[in-house]
Nanobody, 125 residues
Framework: QVQLIESGGGSVRVGDSLTLSCSST????????VGWFRQAPGKEREAVAV????????YYGDSVKGRFTVARDHSKNTVYLRMNNLTLEDTAVYYC??????????????????WGQGTQVTVSS
């Protein structure tokens, strides 16, 4: 069983940077596509980045494209989300999850599993 754990969240100012980490306490998840999602109060959960096992050509949501970078380190069984130039709209709980192998190219939350508990990112002016 893969139990994902997110870390690295915090309270920052507009324009600051943060790096989130997604790791596992169970078996490695290196063969899975991993998605980073976020959910702000009163809003639906949205995919911000999705990266395959190879790390090649990841997906980024339009609101984070050019500011966020996803990368994975198989040796550490960890996926990172580097967030630069944070804005107030980036405030949310951030989650990582594994895509169901049968849901190729999907970015829908319902096609992901093994969700972590989330890490809060709060951006203030």
């Amino acid at each position: 069983q893969v139990q994902l754990i997110e870390s690295g969240g915090g309270s920052v100012r507009v324009g600051d940077s943060l790096t989130l980490s997604c790791s596992s306490t169970g078996r490695p998840f290196t063969s899975y596509t991993v998605g980073w999602f976020r959910q702000a109060p009163g809003k639906e959960r949205e995919a911000v980045a999705v990266v395959s096992w190879s790390g090649i050509d990841p997906y980024y949501g339009d609101s984070v494209k050019g500011r966020f970078t996803v990368a994975r380190d198989h040796s550490k069984n960890t996926v990172y989300l580097r967030m630069n130039n944070l804005t107030l709209e980036d405030t949310a709980v951030y989650y990582c999850a594994l895509r169901n192998p049968n849901k190729f190219r999907s970015r829908a939350p319902e096609d992901f599993q093994n969700w972590g508990q989330g890490t809060q990112v709060t951006v203030s002016s």
